[in-house]
């Protein structure tokens, strides 16, 4: 088969297709409204973090930087995780964005991002949308 720009075009609506169907790509199913506010209705989707946490690691006291962050990647649920996020960034992201070292930038910065991203599996594309402007990771806002 030659290649060709048409062909081309079919390749790659064939990849997009295919990602777009594929199970293990999909976003787990928000929780219904009525699972949030505790009434009937499936439990609400597990909270898998995508940065995880090291197994058997030591756990580091709560209020501490690491310790919070610990924290918020033990939540069972995503709306667990999104209030736990929230918390941690509220308590750990310094007005100006003063922070006191690399690590500190860097844990606040893998919160934003995994705040955006319990926004988005909870179906919440305003609030995540948001976050990612302000995450601006291209500097097209800036």
Not at 10 to 29: D, E, F, K, N, W
Not at 42 to 56: D, E, F, I, K, N
Not at 64 to 77: K, P, V
Not at 97 to 115: C, G, K
Request: proline share 8%.
């Amino acid at each position: 088969m030659m290649w060709t720009p048409k062909a081309s075009r079919s390749v790659i609506a064939a990849v997009i297709l295919g990602v777009a169907l594929c199970p293990a790509c999909r976003a787990q199913p928000a929780p219904s409204a009525g699972a949030e506010q505790g009434g009937a209705g499936p439990p609400a989707a597990a909270y898998v973090p995508l940065y995880g946490s090291r197994t058997g690691a030591a756990r580091d006291a709560g209020g501490s930087l690491r310790g919070d962050f610990q924290r918020a990647l033990d939540a069972g649920t995503l709306p667990e995780a999104a209030s736990r996020w929230r918390e941690f960034l509220t308590r750990h992201s310094p007005p100006g964005r003063e922070f006191e070292d690399n690590m500190h930038a860097s844990y606040a910065q893998a919160a934003r991002y995994e705040l955006m991203r319990i926004y988005y599996l909870l179906g919440k594309t305003e609030e995540g949308d948001a976050l990612l402007r302000e995450l601006d990771p291209v500097g097209w806002f800036k």
